[in-house]
Each structure stands twice: as structure tokens, then as C-alpha cells.
């Protein structure tokens, strides 16, 4: 194992931002996250400017951007096949077909984490449904080119607690289940915890197909490699032992949409020596030869894989692993938090980690705090994307006023969002979490969801400034 040590504190970083008061902060090696990916070029150095109160007290922004309101949970779909479902998280854009009148058109998939008790179900549609009792699922939206919405529909149904998931170099979707309940439970007549593959331009080829081979188990979010097409998999597991952080080779790499259903192999991450990874705590430790050990039983059918026997060595664990993105020759992936107190080895407030697979090494690229005397408490990072300004977008997810931050390649933090008070009363006001970060194609605007009540904006402005 090797180390290295950001030269920054968190103070500095935070003083020199202007973001005190925002209460997060990075450490890490910036220029390794982004080296070689479309995100490395000369911008991005320094934020937007102060947030501008929201006079609509939906979202503020930095002055010169603007967002437009695409839907909200309750209001009825463009389709007509009910009302737009809860519990806004996950979501991804593709390239649509490009017209005169419309323009270069873009496709949403959006996903709906709605458990048994969700507020408003993804309506059943034929041909996309899984289980009928699922309220869970994904809505697809079209936008023509200065995102005024043409369509609105479900894209699949009847599936459970879908949180992320992550694009194809295909252009679908692949929605995660994070459950492991079984038929019986929750009023489910189906078996949940999978992988579904989702077609944004037409959902009915891909209808409602659970992707077994790729494991049961609390699914977050996927990266895919473009050259090799394997699939990683973050698992985010709420009780001890911690979620795993899983590759899926498949039978038909890059196949495609609908090749995935031809099965592969999973395995599971093993760090020799480290059987938690929180117990990691600086920036730029990097471990070489890591190990992929076969799951035994991907469809857990009597023990959830955590719980299962990887044999002499065991397996690496990992509280609360999140998001999960491809960069340059690399995938990344978030440990949103990890506290000892509920069973981790060690305290973190968010870990970006980064696994080079043509090197097998893994690289603890950037920590979130508590390093210094600014504390984060409760506050963590989810859902992250690739920004065109040269660095992150990273959405919080904790307690008080929820952001939506953005992450320079030198290390510095900006608040790029703040939400309005959405939920709750004066005395004790609730704020929703932001989700589902990602940009347009053409960089031109940043799509991101609150998750309650469920909204989705559209964020356009000098974005490569």
C-alpha cells in the first residue's frame, strides 16, 4: 500500500470558497479523478458565485442561471396513465432524434424508489409491468431542445425501492432495485432486489425482464466499462455485514440492448488485508492486486450474498456504497458515510474511491471530512456526475438545507443548488434530498431531481464559464 496527502485542509479549501457556511468540503487527488476523461480541460477553477434566493422559493441558483420545472409528483403524465409517481431518485440523459421543429431532442429516464407504503405508484402498464403489487419503476421523459417536455410515460412498473442505476454505452437504462424482499413480503407476488434494463425512446423492448444473473441483493448503482463491458455494481446495505462492490462479466459484452439477459458471472471485490474499507482513511492510499471472487448463490436464494461464504480471505465490505460512474480508464464509486457506532471499522463522511481494472488497483482518490475542526454531521454524498465545467456535481443527501455541490478539479467546493423548504412546518422544516445529478449531452443543462416532493428541474446557464 501506498500513501499520499492532499496539501489542503478542509478550513483552507472551505475559506478560500467561500463555502464556510455550506458545511462540506473534498480532499483528494482532483487531478487523478478527472485525468483522461472528457472532464479534463482548462475550466472549472472556481464556482459560479454566491446562491441568488429563489423568489418562487422552489430552487435557488448562482446569478445567470435559470431552471425550469419539468414535473411534479402528482400532476398527471403527458401519456395519460396517471398521475407522475413519487419519490424522485435516480436518473440518466440520452441523445434523441434530432428535427427541425423540435431541435436535438433529449430522453429522461427517472427513476421512483417508492417502497410497499409509496405515496403515489408508478401506474401498471401491460407489457412493462413486473409486479403488480410494486409500486416502484422508472418514467421516461422527451425534451425538445430548449427542454420544454413532449412526452411523459411510464418506461416499467411494478418494481420495488428503484434508487439509481446508470447508462449503457447503448443508451438504456439500467434501474436498480435496493431491497431484498421476496414473494410474500409487503404484499410483493414477486421475488425483488434486481437489475431491470429500460429502453428510454421505446420501453416495450425491454419490457419488464429482471436481469437475474446479475445478482439479488440491496442493487444502488452500475457503471459500465465501454471497452470491456463489465458491469460494476455497488450494493448498499443497511445492516451489518455492510453492501459489497461487485463486477458482472457478462456472456455478451457490450452486446447491446436486451444482451444482458444472456447471463455471466458476478463476483465480489476482495481487498487482501482490509476487510472494511472505512478503515481507510487517507487520501491516495492504493492497493494492487485486487481479487474478484465468484459469488456463490447471485440469486441468494437462502442467504443474502453478503452473509455468504467466500472462503479463506473472506470478502471487503463497505458501509452505505453509493453512487457509481466511469471516468477516463476507470470506475468510481461513493462510500456515502461510515460510522463506527453502527458497525464500521472507522468514521468517514464520504469516500470517492477509483478502480483501474487494466492495473487491478484501487485508489482512495478523495475523503469527506472529519479531518479538520469543520464537522459535517449527517450530511453525505449520494449521487455524483461528471460535470462540463471540469469537475463534479455531487447531490447531498442529510439533514437541514439540502445541495446540490459542485467540486473543482483543484479541490475546491461550491454550492451549485440549494432546495427550498419542501416538506414539514415552520418549527420544524423538512428539506428534500437532491438526486439523480446528470447532464444533456451537449453539456448544456444539468437535469437533477428532489426527491420529495418528487420534482425534476432543468438548470441551464453559463455552464462553461
Known amino acids: 500500500m501506498s500513501t499520499s496527502h492532499s496539501a489542503a485542509t478542509r478550513r483552507q479549501v472551505l475559506a478560500r470558497t467561500g463555502a464556510l457556511g455550506a458545511g462540506i468540503a473534498f480532499t483528494g487527488a482532483l487531478s487523478e479523478l478527472f485525468a483522461g476523461t472528457a472532464a479534463a480541460q482548462p475550466l472549472g477553477h472556481t ?44 436518473m440518466s440523459a440520452f441523445p434523441g432524434r434530432s428535427s427541425g421543429r423540435h431541435g436535438r431532442t433529449t430522453h429522461l429516464v427517472r427513476n421512483h424508489e417508492n417502497r410497499a407504503d409509496g405515496r403515489v405508484p408508478v401506474p401498471t402498464v401491460e407489457g412493462l409491468t413486473y409486479d403488480p403489487e410494486g409500486k416502484g419503476g422508472c418514467t421516461a421523459l422527451e425534451l425538445d431542445s430548449r427542454n420544454h417536455v413532449l412526452s411523459e410515460r411510464v418506461a416499467i412498473a411494478g418494481t420495488a425501492v428503484n434508487c439509481a442505476g446508470g447508462p449503457t454505452p447503448w443508451h438504456t437504462w439500467l434501474t436498480c432495485e435496493e431491497t431484498e424482499d421476496r414473494a410474500g413480503t409487503n404484499g410483493y407476488t414477486k421475488d425483488h432486489g434486481f437489475i431491470f434494463e429500460v429502453d428510454p425512446v421505446d420501453p416495450h423492448r425491454t419490457g419488464a425482464v429482471p436481469l437475474t444473473a446479475m445478482g439479488r441483493f440491496q442493487h444502488e448503482a452500475i457503471a459500465v466499462d465501454p471497452r470491456r463491458g463489465v458491469v460494476y455494481e455497488t450494493e448498499d446495505a443497511f445492516e451489518r455485514p455492510f453492501g459489497l462492490f461487485y463486477r458482472f462479466l457478462p456472456e455478451k459484452p457490450l452486446g447491446g440492448r436486451g444482451s444482458l439477459r444472456a447471463g455471466g458471472r458476478l463476483q465480489a471485490m476482495r481487498v487482501p488485508g482490509v476487510p472494511d474499507l472505512s ?10 492486486r485486487i481479487e474478484w471472487v465468484d459469488v456463490p448463490d447471485p440469486l441468494a436464494d437462502g442467504t443474502p450474498i453478503r452473509f455468504q461464504d467466500f472462503g479463506r480471505g473472506g470478502i471487503t465490505h463497505a458501509q452505505k456504497l453509493e453512487g457509481c460512474y466511469w471516468g477516463g480508464s476507470s470506475v468510481y464509486f461513493v462510500s456515502s458515510f461510515a460510522h463506527s457506532a453502527e458497525g464500521s471499522a472507522a468514521d468517514h463522511y464520504g469516500q470517492i474511491w477509483r478502480y483501474d481494472p487494466e492495473r487491478r488497483r484501487l485508489t482512495l482518490v478523495i475523503v469527506f471530512g472529519p479531518d479538520t475542526d469543520v464537522q459535517l454531521p449527517g450530511e453525505s454524498p449520494d449521487n455524483i456526475c461528471l460535470a462540463p465545467s471540469g469537475g463534479l456535481m455531487v447531490c447531498e443527501d442529510g439533514n437541514g438545507a439540502q445541495h446540490v455541490f459542485g467540486v473543482t478539479r483543484r479541490g475546491e467546493v461550491y454550492a451549485m443548488a440549494r432546495g427550498a423548504q419542501n416538506i414539514g412546518t415552520e418549527e420544524e422544516p423538512e428539506w428534500g434530498e ?20 418528487g420534482t425534476t428541474f432543468a438548470v441551464t446557464g453559463p455552464w462553461r464559464r
Open 434 to 453: 437532491f438526486a439523480g445529478v446528470t447532464f444533456s449531452p451537449d453539456g448544456d443543462t444539468m437535469y437533477v431531481n428532489c426527491y420529495t416532493p
Open 279 to 288: 478503515s481507510i482513511q487517507e487520501t491516495g492510499a492504493t492497493f494492487d
Open 47 to 90: 464556482g459560479y458565485g454566491p446562491l441568488v434566493p429563489d423568489p418562487d422559493g422552489l430552487l435557488d441558483l448562482p446569478k445567470g442561471f435559470r431552471y425550469r420545472v419539468l414535473s411534479r409528483e402528482g400532476d398527471r403524465l403527458r401519456s395519460g396513465e396517471g398521475p407522475v409517481p413519487s419519490n424522485h431518485d435516480g
